[in-house]
Structures are given as C-alpha cells and as structure tokens.
C-alpha cells in the first residue's frame, strides 16, 4: 500500500481545488453560458462584407458623435450649476463663519460671566457662613456671660458676709491699707505656697531621676566591668593558645632552619666535589680549565662528556677482554 493517499486534483476541468467529481457541475454551467464562449462561424454560411461592415461603423461613430455632443453640453449645464452652487455655498459658508465667531464671542462671554458669577457666589457662602458662625459664637458668648453674671452675682451675695469681716480686720489691724491690700497679700501668699509645694515636687522629681540615673550608672558600670572580665579572660585563653602554637611553629622553624642549614653544607660540598673532580679531570687531560664556582653548569657539561668518554673506553676494554678469554678457551680446548 502506498505511504500517501493518492492526489484525485486534476487540472483538465480547470479547477486545481477540486477533484473531479465535484468539478463537473463546473464544467456544465461552463458549457452552457454564451457570454465568454465564442461561436465559431459555420464553413457554409457568408460572412459580413466590408461595405456592411463601413456602414455598421458609420453609424455607431455618428451615434457616439451625437452621444459625446450631448454629454458635452449636459457637463457645460452642470458646469454652470455646479459654479452658481460653489458660490452659493462660499457665501453661505463665510455667513456661516461669521455667525459662528459671533455665536463662540457669545458663549464665551457667557461662560466668563457665569464663572465670575460662581465665583462671587462662593465668595458671598463663605462670607454669609462666617457671619453665621460669629453670630452663633456671639450668642454662646452671651449666654455664657449670663450664666456668669448670675453666678457672680451668687458669688457676691455668698461672700458678702466675709467683705464684712475684712472691713473690721482692715480697721482693727495697722498692717493693712485697704480691703484690695489684704486680699493682694492672702493671694501673693497663697500664689507662693503654691509655688514653694511645686518646687518641692520639682525636686523631689529631679532626686528621684537622678537616683535612677545613678542606678542605671552604677548597672552599665558592672556590665562593663563583668564584660572587660570577660573580654580578659578570652584575651588570656587566646594569649594562652597563641604561646603554646608560638612555641610550637618555633620548634618546626628550628628543624626548618637545621635542614636549611644542612641541605646548604651538602650543597657546598657537593660543588666542592664537582669542582675537586673537574680539577682532576682536566689535569688528567692536561687541560687549561679554570675552577670558577659560578660555572657550575659549564663543569658538569665536561664531567659528563669525560665520564661518557670513560665508560666508552670501558665497554671497549672489557670488550676485548671477553675476546682475549675467548681465544684462550678456544686455544685450549684445540690442544
């Protein structure tokens, strides 16, 4: 079986989009119209002649001629109609303008005066309820003094029998002036135990804030001290600590130090040796070779090249000592 549905989309009834079934009602409507369907003439019947032909032409030209005549003159009309609106319709648009800038003056003059008007109506609420609120505190003010003068008067007729004493105390005593002096002198007098009992209480107050003070002082100063004991004692652990691990890296930097030392003494002695063995070796080979410490590199570059030499030489000795041993086994075994 194929992978795919096959394809039924043919291009002979001249829709892509439709299978062929579909496309046949297509193809008989096709059929039938004669609007896009050209007639081919039959091969016995005569065709029109070309005077026919002349005539036809002349006269569909005289019919156009009339035709572009009187569309000629029916666009002069309209010209004229259509000139006599336009300036009908400038004058009615500049009556227009001058109507709408009459009419936008209007409104905003009438906008002006309305906002003008509700701002003096606002000015003149506020105004009117300041006034209502003067008025009513004017009338509580009234009554309140009422009530005071009535109370007062109470009070006179209360006290009218101690203005009567004060008259015979005036009277009877030289320290007092007039009734007003021995007033002004009980109430200097009271005025001062007043100020004398709230001093007291000042420095009551300011005794206690300060034993608070001297409290709160004397706890921060025991804080502190309990934590500088503290503080201390950590210093001492960690002192403690530090000299033992002092102690302890110092024993390490001696051991350090003594291998330092030591791996310096076999350092120099082993440049003594290969300075010692470069002097032998170019005394052996009788050559100029000068022992500077610096060129250590330089004497180990020849020590190596006369040591190959030597165990070159070696191999070849040991050489032909297996073969001289060779020949005198086989000397011997011949005999």
């Known amino acids: 079986m194929p992978r795919h549905r096959p394809t039924k989309k043919v291009d002979v009834l001249g829709n892509l989009d439709l299978r062929p079934e579909e496309a046949v009602g297509d193809y008989l409507c096709s059929k039938q119209q004669e609007k896009f369907f050209v007639i081919p003439p039959n091969s016995d019947s005569a065709g029109d002649s070309i005077e026919l032909i002349f005539v036809n032409n002349v006269r ?14 029916n666009a002069k009309r309209q010209t004229k109609v259509n000139s006599t609106r336009v300036r009908n319709m400038y004058k009615m648009q500049e009556r227009l303008r001058k109507r709408f800038i009459e009419v936008n003056s209007f409104i905003k003059d009438c906008v002006d005066k309305k906002q003008a008007a509700e701002k003096i109506t606002s000015e003149e609420k506020i105004y009117h309820r300041e006034l209502g609120e003067g008025i009513e505190s004017f009338t509580r003010s009234i009554g309140e003094l009422k009530a005071f003068r009535e109370a007062l008067k109470a009070t006179v007729q209360e006290f009218q029998p101690y203005e009567k004493v004060l008259d015979e105390v005036v009277k009877s005593s030289l320290m007092f002036e007039s009734q007003q002096d021995c007033i002004d002198r009980c109430d200097a007098l009271m005025l001062a135990q007043v100020e004398i009992s709230q001093l007291g209480q000042q420095k009551l107050g300011e005794i206690e804030d300060m034993r608070k003070r001297m409290l709160k002082l004397t706890n921060e100063a025991a804080l502190t001290v309990l934590g500088l004991k503290n503080d201390l004692s950590r210093l001492e652990r960690s002192y403690n600590e530090f000299r033992v691990l002092g102690q302890k890296w110092e024993k390490i930097l001696a051991r350090g130090k003594l291998a330092i030392s030591a791996n310096y003494m076999n ?9 010692t063995l470069f002097r032998m070796l170019c005394r052996r080979g009788d050559m100029a070779g ?9 004497q180990i570059d020849i020590i190596r090249e006369e040591v190959e030499i030597l165990s070159g030489v070696l191999k070849i000795m040991e050489a032909n000592d297996s073969a001289a041993k060779l020949e005198e086994a086989r000397d011997k075994t011949l005999c």
């Open 60 to 73: 569909e030209h005289d019919a156009m001629i009339q035709l572009q005549a009187e569309m000629l003159a």
């Open 267 to 275: 350092k120099y002695r082993t440049v003594d040796a290969v300075s």
């Open 290 to 298: 000068k022992s500077l410490r610096n060129e250590f590199e330089t």
